[in-house]
């Protein structure tokens, strides 16, 4: 089993272990900055274990175990205020990532397998009639070959009036032999709220669905 730790020192420790016995696997050295959070996950296709550091640099440092070492794998820009809070979670074979900061926005990413891109990072190749989103790419040795990865920002929540410090999913859940997961995510932030996510059904735009906590003084 592994497991992943953040802490004051500036470090980042991967871990190893069952019952009481656990060995530490490797450090991830952050300078004189500050991880705030993490979330480990595996992505689609190849299987490999994938992680999100959220830090005190406005940045999610993304790694992917390769070699039987997690080395750096992208870097996600746009928060505008340390990152409290990263969370994965599983949709129709993609990886979703929400992150939450001090700006007090929330941000979910999508990242899914390509089946062929290049190596570096680039833009969806541009039509008169639309605007495509940029896209950042990664690729991952496998056993058989490798797998390239785009990343895309899928949607950016404003609702609440101060800091963010947390975001959860709900969890999936077993039906009929197979895996669920609802796409609901929970918010709570430092103006006392908390609000509960979820994309509009005929739209897809996510919407805020419940909001609850102290009332607004009007």
Not at 14 to 30: D, I, M, N, R
Not at 54 to 72: E, S, T, W
Not at 114 to 141: G, M, Q, T
Request: aromatic residues 10%; hydrophobic residues 40%.
């Amino acid at each position: 089993t592994l497991f992943r730790s953040a802490a004051s020192d500036s470090t980042v420790r991967l871990w190893s272990g069952s019952a009481s016995v656990y060995e530490c696997l490797q450090t991830l050295h952050f300078g004189n900055g500050f991880v705030m959070d993490v979330s480990l996950s595996l992505l689609p296709a190849s299987g490999e274990p994938i992680l999100a550091c959220g830090a005190d640099d406005c940045q999610i440092h993304l790694y992917v175990l390769q070699d039987r070492q997690f080395q750096k794998a992208q870097v996600l820009h746009g928060h505008e205020d340390w990152i409290r809070g990263v969370e994965w979670t599983c949709c129709d074979g993609n990886l979703m990532l929400a992150s939450c900061a001090q700006d007090c926005v929330i941000r979910i990413w999508k990242i899914y397998a390509k089946p062929c891109a290049p190596a570096e990072s680039s833009n969806y190749s541009e039509d008169v009639d639309s605007i495509r989103l940029k896209e950042k790419i990664f690729s991952v040795k496998g056993k058989d070959a490798n797998t390239t990865y785009a990343i895309t920002l899928e949607t950016l929540l404003a609702g609440h009036e101060n800091s963010v410090y947390a975001v959860h999913w709900q969890p999936s859940y077993l039906k009929d032999g197979k895996i669920h997961q609802p796409m609901y995510l929970l918010s709570a932030s430092m103006d006392k709220t908390m609000i509960l996510w979820a994309p509009d059904e005929e739209s897809g735009v996510w919407l805020e669905q419940v909001r609850v906590g102290e009332d607004r003084k009007s």
